[in-house]
């Protein structure tokens, strides 16, 4: 959360940098590694962030959290962690946002797109291709849920 506020930060003080005789007499605090020791320190934040977050984690939880785990791993991960009821319920409302974004969110979103096409007269060809791609997949999966509740 406190990242935005960070890159606030160091962009400002490249913007004051590249003012030079201006105002930017500020960026001049450390010399002309200003920026370097910024990002050291940002750096420096992340790493004793992320280590405390996993002590805490690992307190909480007992787990230690897997570290540059693939999407499987994650997944089994996080499902180790819950209880049945947790995972109905993360099924269901799974299944009803599938639900929304098929029915309702995509096709309204491409006809918005293709009104904005034409009243601005703007090419819209890239949009139209990345919403159809994730429209197709939902309905593909679909496909491959229902044919499996089918077979078994």
């Known amino acids: 959360m406190i990242l935005?506020?960070?890159?606030?930060?160091?962009?400002?003080c490249q913007l004051m940098y590249m003012d030079g005789s201006g105002t930017g007499n500020l960026a001049f605090i450390f010399g002309d590694f200003t920026i370097l020791y910024l990002f050291l320190v940002v750096i420096a934040l992340f790493l004793l962030s992320d280590i405390f977050f996993r002590k805490t984690f690992h307190?909480?939880?007992?787990k230690p959290i897997p570290r540059n785990a693939n999407a499987?791993?994650?997944?089994?991960?996080?499902?180790?962690?819950?209880?049945?009821a947790e995972k109905q319920i993360s099924y269901e409302e799974n299944y009803e946002i599938i639900i929304k974004l098929s029915n309702?969110?995509?096709p309204i979103s491409l006809i918005a797109i293709f009104l904005v096409g034409?009243?601005?007269?703007?090419?819209?060809?890239?949009?139209?291709?990345?919403?159809?791609l994730i429209y197709v997949y939902i309905l593909v999966s679909q496909y491959?849920?229902?044919?499996?509740y089918y077979k078994e």
Request: net charge neutral.
């Open 4 to 12: 935005p506020y960070f890159l606030v930060i160091i962009f400002y």
């Open 59 to 62: 307190l909480l939880y007992g």
């Open 72 to 84: 499987k791993e994650v997944r089994e991960f996080m499902m180790s962690m819950m209880d049945e």
């Open 104 to 106: 309702y969110i995509l």
């Open 118 to 132: 034409i009243a601005f007269h703007t090419d819209i060809l890239l949009a139209l291709v990345v919403v159809s």
């Open 144 to 148: 491959k849920i229902t044919k499996r």
